[in-house]
């Protein structure tokens, strides 16, 4: 019998005439892993909303939603609370107590388990997910992937028979994002619980997904097997494409023949199918940076930094040229200073020892105002920190007076259709694309970004990068610091390794992953045994197409 | 975070120890009763804070002084004048009555410093969960939300400040005030739009669809209970003494203190046995694991 059966739902939100789903059917079957797949808006949140009571939106709706054979309305609450589980985005405002330990026992005290029962759980599933080591901890410092883990602790706690995941990833970064999406696929497998989830980084689930279903405004166009699901995606010239995982877009980039992979290890084999010899190009044609650079745009010399008198150092003689009008990206581990490189540049951290000069004139020659008027400006990582009026409009006119200026901006970014709305309302990529444009009203020459791409999904990182590639050619110095490789890889000019509180190689993407075998792009890795440095999707097929002249 | 040894008590023996404690701290005006109270609130506290706590001790004196120079000028009863002020009379026993006021409120101060460092909100809504469910989850949601507004409030100051909206030294006062609201504003928008997404995550994990239970992560153990009978008892032997009178000290408007003497002694010993059994709680763990130290 399957979990839940969806029939004919149709919902619309009240404010609007669109339709958020749209006659919607699905079936999801016990302990089935199921990816739920789609561009941002396209309805999936409001299809998860649908399938526990007390999340279900207000609107207009038509349809039915059975849970093990029972219309869902008529589940009862309690049951619904304990059989289904649920794990939203942010990972912060999910939390409703203190203490580590107290989260975890959460959800039973509210279905009024007696001490015992609760005792064995809240041990039981602080063994499983490796929580002993902070049982005892104040939730306020724990890191977001520790708080991620603790919602799903603490839902897993009350045994739920389905585990629904929305977007949990979003806000983490790809080493936690990766033990996350791990630990969901070992509930699945070890516990049997239906897993419905829905997330960008279709890399690290694709592949284990018994079944992927795409959806776009409201519709579910497509659902099958992950494999057929790229075929399906590919031949209808669909957006969604772009997020798939990398062998696969290589795979039907190529016109490959053979089944498709899906894995790093099934592309590298296919590969090795598809070059039994070696090929004779093994490498596409990139720029040599050299170390010197004629008027860099940003120059840190021996940068020392720490937060406390008495704390480690976290920058340890960050040094750092910027050339002036290009893309730079500083890519390196958690926590190892690359953003508080970005808070010393803005004068947000001062530090005790160092330089940092910007258009070759020392920072604290710069007098106050001077410096952020259309000299330096930063994205933040959470854009929601930029917003502070009720409409995206007023956002705008607050930094500039200039109504010509605003729509001019606005034009680029995309938002000219949002201005009337509260920027809580929008999207997480819309409102990057509005925090974007309100910085760029500051008329900066140097933009920094901090974790640009954190929540976006593959279509609208393609938007973002043809804005960023639209600042560099208007002669904007772009840095950013990103976990992100894929995105680096493709559109930065320079990318920097960030390490122990130093900036230890920079190179081109081609050069820097190319030399890498760990911390590069999935593309890398899946070629590197024959291509030398490809490491993008494009680059593989590039090459792929070189040697064997486009058409086979 | 390392826990000294009374602390790792069941959290309703650290509040009955508390109670006592400053009940008697209290109601007990008797100078030789005050001093062991001052004394033994001092030693325990320099245990929990160490160098840090030592400066906040000294800090007392000068209060101490304070107040009891002070309690004259209010409180002119006492027959004993020392001299007159705008034909008001100083005398020396509001002047003493001034060293008792002074030293019930430093013993004050340092019991509820302890306090704080002991029975931590987590423990204290632990102790009352059962009881008030609904209020005590309140609490523990207030204080999460404390620490991560302070910290949001500084995140958003930054954020301003990079694009070139923060306040300088040399913003004027209305610009500092303006940014301050900004800030104020944010925080609020931000917080209610959290909430939204709390109370779905609560509401998702069942909250009120049954009669809330309250986990406790702390059991009464063996230790706790023989401890708690020592407490008992000894307030037991304390109130006996005290309600026969062998702890009474007046001061207005004539001094009549009971001396402390072989017919009270057990009482005095009970209380000061009593203040001590966190500091000596301590001292045991310390001894204890320098012995077993010296066998590795």
Sequence with gaps: ?552 | MKQDAFSKLHPAVNLLFFIGAIAFGVLLQHPVYLLAGVLASGAYYFMLCGRKGMKNILLTIPLFVFITLFNPIVNTRGATVLFTYFDRPYTLEALIYGVVVAATFVLMLLWFGCYGKVLTGDKFTCLFGNLAPSLSLLLVMVFRMIPSLLQKAKQIIGVRSSIGKGITEKSSIKDKLGSGMTVIGVLTSWALEGSITTSDSMRSRGYGTAKRTSFMVYRMTKADWILTAVMLALLGVIIIFAANGGMNAEFLPERNIVPVNRSNIIGFIAYLGYLMIPTVMNIKEAIQWSISESKI
């Excluded at chain 1, 604290?364 to 009720?390: H, T």
Aim: hydrophobic fraction near 35%; aromatic fraction near 8%.
């Design chain 1, 1 to 552: 019998m399957e979990h839940f059966r969806i029939e004919n739902l149709s919902f619309s939100y009240p404010t609007s005439e669109k339709k958020s789903l749209d006659k919607a059917s699905l079936k999801i079957g016990k302990g089935e892993y199921l990816v739920l797949c789609g561009k941002s808006g396209s309805g999936k949140t409001t299809l998860l909303r649908h399938l526990k009571t007390v999340l279900t939106p207000h609107g207009k709706g038509s349809g039915e939603i059975y849970f093990n054979g029972i219309a869902l309305q008529e589940v009862d609450n309690r049951e619904q609370a304990a059989k289904i589980g649920y794990v939203m985005q942010n990972p912060d405002d999910q939390i409703v107590t203190d203490k580590v330990w107290h989260e975890l026992a959460f959800g039973l005290e509210s279905l009024g388990c007696d001490q015992k029962t609760m005792r064995s759980r809240v041990a039981e599933m602080a063994c499983y997910f490796g929580i002993q080591d902070w049982f005892h901890r104040d939730v306020a410092v724990l890191s977001g992937g520790q708080k991620q883990l603790l919602n799903l602790a603490s839902i897993m706690a009350m045994q739920p028979e389905v585990l629904i995941l929305d977007e949990p990833t979003s806000q983490l970064d790809p080493i936690a994002a990766s033990d996350f999406l791990n630990t969901v696929r070992k509930i699945n497998t070890e516990l049997g619980t239906t897993v419905i989830i829905t997330e960008h980084r279709l890399e690290d689930i694709f592949p284990y997904a018994d079944r992927a279903v795409v959806m776009d405004s409201g519709k579910i166009i497509a659902d099958d097997t992950p494999r057929n699901i790229g075929k399906l995606l590919f031949e209808q010239n669909n957006h969604m494409f772009t997020a798939m995982p990398t062998p696969v877009r290589v795979f039907y980039g190529t016109n490959g023949s053979g089944d498709c992979p899906l894995t790093v290890r099934e592309g590298r084999a296919w590969l090795n199918k598809e070059f039994e010899t070696e090929p004779e190009i093994k490498e596409i044609p990139c720029k040599i940076i050299g170390d010197d650079i004629e008027n860099p745009a940003l120059s840190l010399k021996e940068l020392w930094f720490r937060y406390e008198k008495d704390t480690p150092d976290i920058l340890r003689g960050v040094s750092l040229e910027v050339p002036s009008g290009s893309i730079s990206a500083i890519v390196g581990g958690n926590g190892a200073g690359k953003s508080t490189t970005l808070k010393a540049v803005c004068g947000i951290c001062k530090p005790y020892r160092g330089k940092i000069k910007i258009f070759g004139k020392p920072v604290n020659k710069f007098r106050s105002g001077e410096l952020f008027g259309n000299c330096i400006s930063m994205l933040p990582q959470d854009p929601k920190s930029l917003f502070v009026k009720n409409k995206v409009i007023d956002e705008l006119s607050e930094m500039a007076k200039d109504k010509n200026r605003i729509n001019e901006i606005a034009e680029m970014c995309q938002i000219t259709d949002l201005m009337n709305n509260h920027p809580y309302d929008l999207s997480g990529g819309e409102q990057q694309r509005v925090a974007l444009a309100k910085v760029l009203l500051t008329e900066p020459k140097i933009l920094l970004l901090d974790e640009p791409t954190k929540g976006m999904d593959s279509f609208f990182k393609e938007t973002f990068a043809t804005i960023l590639n639209k600042l560099k050619n208007q002669g904007i110095t772009v840095l950013m610091v990103s976990h992100d490789v894929e995105f680096c890889a493709k559109y930065a000019d320079r990318v920097s390794m960030f390490f122990d509180g130093q900036v230890l190689t920079t190179d081109t993407p081609q050069k820097f992953f190319g030399g890498n075998s760990f911390y590069t792009t999935a593309a890398n890795r899946m070629s590197r045994h024959i291509f030398k440095n490809a490491v993008t999707a494009e680059n593989v097929v590039e090459l792929y197409r070189k040697n064997k002249g486009g058409a086979r």
